[in-house]
């Protein structure tokens, strides 16, 4: 299972198609230090990826459509037995045209030398500014140098634009292929939350679940976690992203789990929470129901044509109705939402976009009124939730908290498509009503 080399040129004629007279180019993802000389696994910058399927560091992807000679260039780390002896196996500049597709392609050391000669042609550069400062300047360097000598030449590129609105919404709609992989992942997922709620027990330590969970990704496949696993039992469930998962689990907590597999570089994202011990207490249960609630009418509203912002209002609404039957807000609910009081309780938003990253590419917003619509091939995640802190202060005019509630945290997050007519609930296949979560 993959995306085969056909997908990626597709991909690159059609970014070509759009830049028309431009080039673009696009940098490799730095290599991570854990510690002194030792790395962290390697992992290709998504954009990167999308475009080559290329996995090594220190490798330069242009596309020029209007060279005559050469669309595709790549530049990558120069074979070197001795090195690839202790760091691996490099493709090399040679068999990077066979295997990747590309029309031309060069040690990484001649990128400045060979450079200019698909930007001379070009009426603008395509690349983001990225964090990799010293490649940033490499390529303003190179446009200021076109700049000067433009007046002689009449030619060359006269702006930079940011790639990430020319590419990010043609990753935003996933292929027949993507979706495949998508699938993958989020199926090894949902194996790791169903053998992780087997597993807890009161008695036992967070990071004995966190262990079963990325057992389970790595055992079926999987490149790891798509980010660090959230274990968070007790009063820990009330910090968003909480990592240190070292608590003893007790009998009356529950337990938030949010994690996600990695697989092929495509991402799952699943959060749920259950108690411990078995049973909800009341106030547990209260609040989990309101929350599930929340999430049902929020993946109604996750339809083709609506706006984005849509189904955070719904679950929004949902949250504080039932926040305020439970006399933990009060007052007018339009005036709470409007002055979001219920942002002690619930201060993120609903969701966001999945796929080659777990917060994936893609703009929210067209403008400041303007919410981007939903079309099939989109993917998001819907994440309501509830923390009580023990700490919690109320807004302004809204009650105080009573103990009871305090320490309480839960959320319940799946991976939706949108579809033609609708939604899939990707991760349908973990339980989550009450009676699933009490059995």
């Not at 990071?207 to 790595?218: D, G, L, M, P």
């Not at 009063?235 to 968003?240: G, T």
Request: glycine fraction near 8%.
């Amino acid at each position: 299972m993959g995306i085969e080399q056909t997908e990626y040129r597709q991909r690159r004629e059609k970014l070509m198609e759009k830049i028309g007279n431009g080039t673009a180019i696009f940098c490799s993802a730095p290599t991570a230090v854990m510690h002194n000389d030792v790395g962290y696994i390697y992992r290709q910058h998504s954009d990167f990826f999308y475009l080559t399927g290329f996995n090594e560091s220190e490798a330069v992807a242009v596309l020029a459509p209007h060279h005559k000679e050469h669309r595709f260039i790549l530049f990558v780390q120069p074979k070197d037995p001795e090195k690839e002896t202790w760091t691996g196996y490099r493709v090399g500049a040679d068999a990077a045209k066979e295997e990747y597709g590309a029309d031309e392609a060069y040690p990484i050391t001649e990128l400045d030398e060979k450079l200019p000669q698909y930007l001379e042609g070009a009426d603008r550069i395509y690349y983001h500014l990225g964090r990799d400062e010293a490649f940033n300047e490499k390529v303003l360097s190179h446009w200021k140098r076109l700049i000067l000598t433009y007046p002689k030449r009449g030619t060359g590129p006269v702006a930079i634009e940011d790639t990430n609105f020319v590419l990010h919404p043609m990753r935003q709609i996933k292929s027949p292929a993507e979706l495949e992989m998508m699938r993958k992942a989020t199926a090894i997922s949902a194996a790791a939350h169903n053998r992780a709620r087997e597993f807890a027990t009161p008695g036992k330590y967070e990071y004995q679940v966190q262990a079963e969970i990325e057992h389970t990704f790595r055992l079926e496949g999987g490149m790891g976690p798509a980010y660090p696993s959230i274990v968070a039992s007790g009063a820990n469930a009330c910090i968003l992203h909480y990592i240190e998962n070292d608590r003893q689990m007790q009998e009356n907590d529950l337990l938030l789990i949010d994690a996600g597999c990695c697989y092929g570089y495509y991402n799952g994202d699943i959060t749920r929470t259950f108690p411990v011990g078995g049973k909800f207490t009341p106030e547990q249960k209260a609040i989990y129901e309101i929350v599930l609630e929340a999430q049902s009418k929020a993946i109604e509203a996750v339809r083709p044509g609506k706006a984005y912002n849509e189904y955070h209002d719904t679950a929004v609404r949902v949250l504080v109705e039932g926040l305020m039957n439970l006399g933990l807000l009060v007052g007018d609910i339009e005036e709470i939402i409007k002055e979001e009081k219920y942002k002690p309780f619930y201060m993120h938003k609903t969701g966001h976009w999945l796929g080659l990253d777990v917060h994936d590419a893609g703009t929210y917003k067209n403008s400041e009124d303007s919410w981007q619509i939903l079309q099939p091939g989109h993917i998001l995640t819907v994440e309501p939730g509830i923390y009580i802190a023990p700490d919690i202060k109320p807004a302004e005019g809204q009650p105080e908290i009573p103990e009871k509630w305090r320490g309480i945290g839960v959320r319940i997050e799946d991976d939706v498509l949108i579809t033609v007519d609708g939604n899939e609930v990707l991760t349908s296949m973990v339980p989550k009503s009450v009676e699933e979560m009490e059995s």
